[in-house]
């Protein structure tokens, strides 16, 4: 009948959106990283690539930090490191593997050292604030921290 026919048509529909829904929201999660090991890997890769291009300097960094929290969905927080030697030049919006991340240069001791910043989401395990993770990756130190919400990769 008409109605059996309208009510299957419907019950389609509803399950092809169910399905759409399903496939967006399975597609749209954000990349997470299994390991921090496997996170200083990737910060380490991005770093040696030596692209050294920013789009801000760190004169401008609080029109940026506005604009990279408003990009990437999430309270952008740039530590002081001052204290520890370390003068930002500038940064860039830009990806570590699928993560949209900030990544800021900063100077220490006549090096180029970069900072990734990212969010806690991008963890796939959970990692207490003030926490660190120190290690070595191809030569280069990597320190690892949590804070604010934020994962900080630092490479030098």
Known sequence: ??????????AVAVFMLAIVISAVAVFNRPYKYRTLQQLGESAVA??????????????????ARALMTKTLKFNVIVPDLSSQGYMLLGGRICSLGKCSIAYLFYEHENQICSLFILDYDNLNFKMADGSRYLDTVKGFNTDIWKNNGQVYALVF
Do not use: G
């Open 1 to 10: 009948s008409k109605q059996t026919n309208k009510l299957f048509i419907s």
């Open 46 to 63: 991005r770093h040696s690539e030596n692209n050294r291009f920013m789009t801000f300097t760190a004169a401008e960094i609080d029109s």
